[in-house]
């Protein structure tokens, strides 16, 4: 039987509502108190299996770019403006996560990347990481291995502390020979690249004497696979993880934004050593990875950052994974 509801009667029940609502307000006005605002907010780590390894993401909080046309280039800022506005995103105001994976594969607890530690370069709303990894339940003293993509004070500011003592203890360091000689270089002190060389110096001298370089193609960790990304740096590198036949491929800063430098890939970006290398580079390993459909997790992207890439035109498109609340 189809029952249809008339103006009249939409309005009569409206209005049986109103004078069912108004008369228990009355009655129980005492018994509904209004609840406090609770003023946090879910932790910032989150947990996923590949395969055997167990990986856990942890945050070093959100990273404010500001106005993108300064840093997205290469595009119309109008144009640049019209892609955020149409994926629901601020057109005034970019900010990046920094979503850190460490993985438990085995005998091995591998972080990769460390956030910007105690910089304030970038606000202060970064320097997080250790605080998260010890909400998730992971020491700092427990980790094996600390990856790095590569020396930009956002993936190597937490490798000491205020102290300028290593934060991972009994961790070996693990990042590309070209990528550390670069930007430990005194020569470039007086130039552009002054604050990120004295970060770099700050952070990778005091654990000079655990480091390990990475080469191109290289397991250089059990399931750990390196693949040579330069562009956004001399040295950058993307790292596979694979445990019993999965894999997912840690991107670093392949690519910092999922809808700016997915959708035209060839987009330039302001902290890139050689912009066009980078885009070059982007758009390789982006087509490799969606045509093998290897799952993704992008360093910058919004929290946790794990997810897909296709082809979309002559660009990609990101697909989050859906947060899966049971292991």
Known sequence: MTTQLSRRSLLALGAGLGASIGASTMLGSTALAKAPKLNT???????FVVGDAEVTVVSDGPLPLGDPSGTFTGVPKEEVKKML???????DSVVLEQN????????????????MGTSKMFGPTTGQQQKNLAASGINASDIDAVVCTHAHIDHIGGLVGADDKPLFPN??????????????????????????????????????DRLVFVKDGQEFLPGIQALAAPGHTVGHTIFMVTSKGKSFAFLGDLTHHSVLLMEKPRMEFSYDTDPKQSAATRVRLLDMLAANKIPVMAYHFAWPGYGHVAKAGEGFRYYPEPMNMQL
């Open 41 to 47: 907010q879910t932790p910032y780590w989150h947990r």
């Open 85 to 91: 506005v149409d994926n629901f995103m601020n057109p």
């Open 100 to 115: 850190s994976p460490v993985v438990n594969i085995g005998d091995k607890l591998v972080l990769f990347d460390t956030g």
């Open 171 to 208: 961790a070996q360091v693990y990042i590309s020979q070209a990528d550390y000689d670069f930007w430990i270089d005194e020569g470039k002190l007086g130039s552009p690249l002054k604050d990120f060389v004295l970060h770099a110096r700050k952070n990778l001298l005091p654990v000079k």
